[in-house]
């Protein structure tokens, strides 16, 4: 909202606040309709200066609008730090063999009749250990296609599978940059949004795989090892030392999860892992070291699964992220600033009441924002700054607003043809969007299971901790983190709503 | 920082240790090693947060609020470098900085050679916004040039790097000059008006000195083929018209009339958009240059070298470069360091001038000891700060000193990053050209004179006047 509550300053109609959007997105739909291809950069950037004209219009001063711009990207210059470093821990794993490793160990057993299941589970952990869905997609996901093809699947099936476990890992990771971003701009914790999303997404994906389990025994289909083989003796061939030793330091993500280090030293710790594990089985030095860190591994091998594999890494190749983090999160701030949303959608807000109300809306705004300005972190940034009050009146968690954040949001950008994300997937797995859309069922279910429970009352975190399980049952967790004001906030309206319906645990 | 009376105060010898793995972790990988400064500093910011921790008992969310802090207040500034990068590809793709440099170029007359050295640098730096780029194309050739007339090499570079430097340091569209008004929290354009103060006298002293020597050699009989060479492939590339002079002089316009950085940066990359397309440049192909930055293949080796920057991705590395160099200020303002260290300079010098005489020196100092000419604008800005606003002095007098006695000496120091660049591209080592780098003395001096003599320093506070020595509050 503006600071300045000063003269002729009024909030845009709609049809003023849509001209920003509508600009976004007749350039980006025309982009993609005319396949020109571009970055979303350039045009939420002039989305930025025609939502500032537009401001101007409404009497918004040039500096509340840069003020506005500015505090959003600041809200979120924990996760841009966070996106840096995880880049140097992505450089460290790839020098020290232990993402390959992953892959290596993950393709030995994988077995034919479970194909499908197998590998999604492994892209879910790859996922996990990596925090990046781009990044399975871009490795084991082209291994898998080929794979799947030598079995006579449909290629949409496998790309939708891919994505199931590798947006599900993504979504757990606390390495992730939507999962740190979302838990940071809903100003909660990084593993109490982990663990908020576990009651969701764990049966989801338990689900999914359960229907990939009945599609693979379903069909039979003759297995081809030779791709696989290729990649694991690639891997072989080029590593000095391949052992499950080198899966460690994965383990130790998990173990640093557990101990509840905040994140940043915890992704620098782990990266310095990561170095440790490259100078002494991979034989790297202290020059590589401050490579491995900023520029990532590359290295030239003849198997071109096994270069796209290890060829990655690096603060410098998150830059990318960060520059669009920048831009889109500001041009969200400015939208903000003008109420641009609010005046679109802010009606809605008016009739929530209940918890699964709160939850429908946040959904339903994280999915039209990423349609709309075709990327997932502004599906984040903008329903999480119009929401976030109003769960605090209803005495919710701050957890819960970001499970919900990513049940919609994280979810529904790969299934939109024209944002970053679906654009990404769709060219690396060479499927069109619409094609694996119907196999996601990862990212079809949680949403839908997400709205399901909640509807029941169950599997929404309050702010003292409590929460109600898939089974009825009242159980008191640890206070999810949220700004202090929030808290106090949260508190009374849970203490008001608990006056009224007591609960036992 | 309120909870401060109950945390250990840092002795000095400790508040010192995180310079000391500064140097200790930067000298060697940036000499040795040729890495960038980004990661060494994420060693060192890690180090003082140890520090920060085991020792004064300060919590990691505190030390990690004091990063993002410092950070946010720089955002500002990486925004307008982003968009910078933007207007550098939009100006290129529209034939303006090709053209700026064409007319630049036709200026050159042999005949005072080491008289338009200097000033054609300067032109080429200043319409790319890098002292490199200036020294790596233009600077190049003028050495063939210089060589064959019998001009020492050692002059030739001296004079390169002066107008290179003089270029990029009032040039808006440079790094440095971004990074010193975004540390400090200046408007970009009024600490480029702030600097010609101290900047135009310097520079026109050295390009004085150079006539005079010039006197010493007879330079008519040039060979000028690389020049014209590089004149004609830009005549065969863009259309090259006097127009382009419209967005160098939007760009003054709007630091004459005090418009804000990112508006005016936007403006100028719509002029240079217009531009691109007068060019004959399609809408996607300008998109994507202003993200990867602008891209061309003429043939003309040292013409692609000139013309192939700019994009925001570039300048991404400024930026990962601020945010890490700012966590280590962070992290050294919350453990306490800046603090001690603060209490000592105030301890030893009293005056206005002998604080700013120490400023001086610590960033010539950093220049020496870390290699890199951002860590002399950053680390200083962080331990003077402070200091600026007791004695009533606004920002933008310590952003001026940064560049005056930061970026100006970084190319004399030889195995700073700059130093090494530079003799990679003019293959004379800063040890035999160091003397001809005359802007390295004069702005220092001209600084110093204005640190005791109060000349054009303005005020933070407008209704007080600028303190003298910093006891008179006390």
Not at chain 1, 178 to 200: C, E, K
Not at chain 1, 271 to 279: K, Q
């Amino acid at each position: 909202m503006s600071s300045t509550s000063g003269k002729g300053v009024r909030l845009p109609n709609k049809i003023e606040a849509i001209i920003p959007i509508v600009v976004l997105l007749s350039i980006m739909i025309s982009s993609y309709v005319l396949d020109w291809g571009f970055d979303p950069h350039i045009p939420v950037l002039i989305a930025c200066v025609v939502a500032g004209i537009i401001g101007k219009i409404c009497g918004h001063s040039y500096n509340d609008m840069l003020t506005g711009f500015l505090n959003a990207v600041n809200q979120s210059l924990e996760a841009i730090i966070i996106i840096l470093c995880v880049g140097c821990l992505i450089g460290s794993f790839e020098w020290a063999g232990t993402i390959p490793a992953v892959v290596y160990y993950g393709l030995k057993i994988i077995s034919p009749a479970l194909f499908l299941p197998l590998a999604c589970i492994l892209c879910a952990i790859v996922g996990i250990a990596l925090g990046s869905a781009w990044t399975v997609v871009a490795t084991l996901g082209i291994a898998f296609m080929s794979i799947g093809a030598t079995m006579g699947l449909n290629p949409g099936l496998v790309a939708g599978m891919i994505l199931s476990g590798a947006c599900c890992g993504d979504k757990f990771s606390p390495l992730s940059d939507s999962t740190n971003l979302s838990a940071g701009v809903s100003g909660t914790g990084l593993f109490d949004h982990v663990r908020a999303m576990i009651t969701t997404t764990f049966p989801s994906l338990v689900m999914a795989i359960i229907l990939y389990t009945l599609i693979s025994l379903k069909g039979s289909a003759t297995y081809d090892p030779q791709i696989a083989n290729d990649l694991s003796n690639a891997i072989v061939d080029h590593y000095d030392y391949m052992s499950p030793i080198l899966l460690i330091p994965v383990l130790l993500i998990i173990v640093v999860a557990l101990m509840k280090l905040p994140a940043i030293p915890a992704v620098l710790l782990i990266s310095a892992v990561g170095c440790l594990f490259a100078v002494i089985f991979q034989g790297a030095n202290f020059a590589d070291c401050i490579t491995m860190l900023h520029y990532g591994y590359s290295a030239e091998v003849e198997n071109e699964l096994c270069n796209t594999l290890i060829n990655r890494g690096g603060m410098d190749s998150m830059l990318w992220t960060n520059n669009l983090v920048i831009v889109a999160v500001g041009f969200g701030g400015i939208l903000q600033t003008i109420g641009a949303v609010e005046s679109l959608l802010g009606h809605m807000i008016k009739r929530v009441h209940t918890p699964f109300q709160l939850i429908l809306v946040t959904m339903l705004t994280s999915i039209f924002c990423i349609t709309t300005m075709c990327d997932q972190y502004i599906g984040a940034i903008i329903p999480s700054s119009m929401y976030k009050e109003k769960y605090d009146e209803l005495g919710l968690a701050r957890n819960t607003l970001s499970r919900t954040l990513e049940d919609g949001g994280t979810l529904w950008s790969p299934l939109v043809p024209w944002s970053s994300c679906g654009a990404y997937h769709s060219k690396v797995l060479g499927v069109s969007t619409l094609q694996y859309l119907p196999f996601c069922f990862m990212n079809i279910i949680n949403p839908i299971y997400a709205l399901i429970t909640a509807g029941l009352g169950r599997n929404i975190f309050y702010a003292d901790g409590t929460y109600r399980t898939i089974f009825g049952k009242w159980k008191q967790g640890s206070v999810p983190g949220a700004p202090e004001e929030a808290h106090e906030i949260a508190m009374a309206a849970l203490a008001e709503i608990r006056k009224e319906n007591p609960i036992n645990l | 920082m309120e909870k401060n009376t109950e945390q250990k105060k840092i002795p000095l010898w400790l508040a010192l240790v995180p310079f000391a793995c500064l140097i200790i972790v930067m000298l060697p990988s940036i000499i040795i090693l040729g890495a960038s400064p980004q990661i060494p500093l994420m060693m060192c910011t890690g180090i003082t947060s140890l520090i920060g921790i085991l020792v004064t008992g300060r919590k990691w969310e505190d030390i990690e609020k004091a990063m993002i802090d410092a950070n946010a207040s720089a955002m500002q500034a990486n925004f307008i470098i982003m968009i910078v990068g933007c207007l550098i590809a939009a100006w290129m793709a529209g034939g303006i900085v090709p053209g700026l440099i064409y007319y630049g170029l036709k200026a050159f007359s042999p005949g005072i050679f080491l008289t338009c050295l200097p000033v054609i640098c300067a032109i080429v730096s200043f319409s790319t916004g890098s002292a490199w780029t200036a020294a790596g194309t233009i600077g190049i050739a003028s050495m063939g040039i210089a060589a064959g007339l019998g001009v020492p090499l050692p002059v030739a570079a001296g004079a390169i790097i002066t107008g290179a430097q003089f270029g990029d340091k009032i040039s808006p569209l440079s790094d440095s000059t971004n990074l010193a008004a975004g540390v400090t929290g200046v408007n970009l354009f009024d600490h480029v008006k702030h600097m010609l103060w101290t900047t135009i006298p310097s520079f026109t002293i050295a390009v004085c000195i150079f006539a005079v020597i010039g006197t010493r050699y007879n330079t008519d009989a040039a060979d000028v083929s690389q020049i014209n060479s590089i004149c004609q492939t830009m005549q065969e590339n863009f259309i090259i018209t006097p127009w382009v002079f419209i967005a160098p002089l939007s760009v003054i316009m709007m630091i004459v009339f005090r418009i804000p950085a990112v508006p005016g940066m936007v403006f100028g990359t719509i002029v240079g958009v217009i531009f691109a397309f007068v060019q004959g440049a399609d809408a996607e192909t300008i998109m994507s240059q202003m993200i990867y930055g602008f891209d061309i293949t003429t043939g003309n080796g040292m013409v692609d070298l000139l013309l192939n920057r700019g994009g925001m991705l570039e300048m991404m590395n400024t930026i990962s470069l601020v945010i890490c160099a700012l966590a280590f200020g962070g992290a050294l303002k919350s453990t306490g360091c800046i603090e001690t260290i603060t209490e000592v300079i105030l301890g030893a010098c009293k005056t206005r001038g002998s604080v700013m005489t120490a400023n001086v020196i610590s960033c010539i100092a950093m220049n020496f000891l870390t290699a890199d000419q951002y860590m002399s604008i950053v680390i200083p800005s962080q331990m003077f700060k402070d200091i600026y606003a007791k004695l009533n002095l606004h920002p933008k007098n310590l952003s001026r000193l940064l560049e005056d006695s930061g970026t100006v000496t970084s190319g004399i120091v030889p195995w700073s990053t700059c130093g090494a660049f530079y003799y990679s591209t003019l293959g004379v080592s800063a040890l035999f050209y160091f003397p001809y780098c005359f802007m390295a003395y004069i702005t220092p001096i001209i600084t110093l004179a204005i640190a005791f003599t109060g000349f054009t320093l303005t005020p933070l506070d407008t209704s007080k006047p600028i303190k003298t020595s910093v006891s008179e509050d006390m």
